[in-house]
């Protein structure tokens, strides 16, 4: 299957040769992948790292075949997977919350530290030392390509306070279902034009006590939207759930454009 992707589009596949000779610890045979995680992204030179951050992996534009979308799947997996060996190990050297910074940038999320103005979005503009001091504050994961298997990097992080999942097209419902591990900290939450949530994964949202504004739409899974949003508003009373429409058709401001 490799090689026939490899055919059908050389240029990204010599990328992907360049970034597995210079990470030298990851293999991207399919059958002996090692997961690419913080400690291996942190030995890549800085053309490599770059490369990872610039999300030439992580945006698979144009390109809608199988195959195509089997490899995208493949390598995003690699960026999100969380290793109770090597993340563990990463956690106990730079703390929870540069750890969980390391996974969203290399998935092209955004990052803000707790008492900075900045969003950081590059990864080599992280510090190289001090990181324990920082604490992440909040998250804009429009575009990228989170996964449910990346979310046990929020465990341990304690003051994140708000959240963006816009068109997030990897976000779903086993990823919701992990969200309480930020249930003491998180306040604002947006989840949007994100196709494979359900009404399912919504309900996880109920045990974000903390929640004081919720923001949802563009969620075509949705069947029932004022059911939906009554549901939440009960189980969240001190929450204020904003759910204008549940799929891009219904927004106003398409139909105007028409």
Request: charged share 25%.
């Amino acid at each position: 299957m490799m090689s026939a992707v490899a055919r059908s589009i050389p240029g990204l596949w010599k990328q992907v040769k360049i970034g597995r000779t210079a990470a030298g610890t990851c293999l991207w045979d399919q059958k002996n992948v090692r997961c690419c995680h913080s400690t291996h992204v942190k030995q890549l030179p800085r053309s490599c790292t770059n490369f990872f951050r610039s999300n030439v992996l992580l945006q698979p534009l144009g390109w809608s075949s199988p195959s195509h979308r089997k490899l995208w799947g493949w390598l995003n997996t690699i960026f999100n997977r969380y290793s109770y060996i090597v993340d563990e190990s990463r956690i106990k050297e730079v703390g929870p919350d540069r750890a969980c910074a390391e996974w969203l940038l290399r998935c092209g999320a955004l990052v803000k530290w707790q008492n900075m103005e900045s969003w950081t979005k590059d990864y080599n503009s992280l510090p190289v030392s001090g990181g324990r001091q920082l604490k992440v504050e909040e998250i804009n994961a429009t575009d990228s390509a989170v996964m449910h298997i990346g979310f046990p990097h929020f465990k341990g992080c304690k003051h994140i306070r708000r959240i963006v999942f816009h068109k997030a097209s990897y976000l779903d419902d086993a990823g919701l279902e992990q969200l309480p591990l930020l249930r003491d900290s998180l306040e604002e939450l947006q989840i949007s034009s994100c196709g494979n949530v359900t009404e399912d994964g919504l309900r996880h949202l109920k045990q974000l006590k903390n929640l004081t504004y919720l923001l949802i739409y563009d969620l075509p899974e949705i069947r029932d939207k004022d059911a939906m949003c009554k549901e939440l508003e009960e189980a969240l009373p001190n929450c204020a759930v904003v759910f204008p429409y549940a799929s891009a058709k219904d927004d106003p401001n398409l139909k105007d454009k028409v």
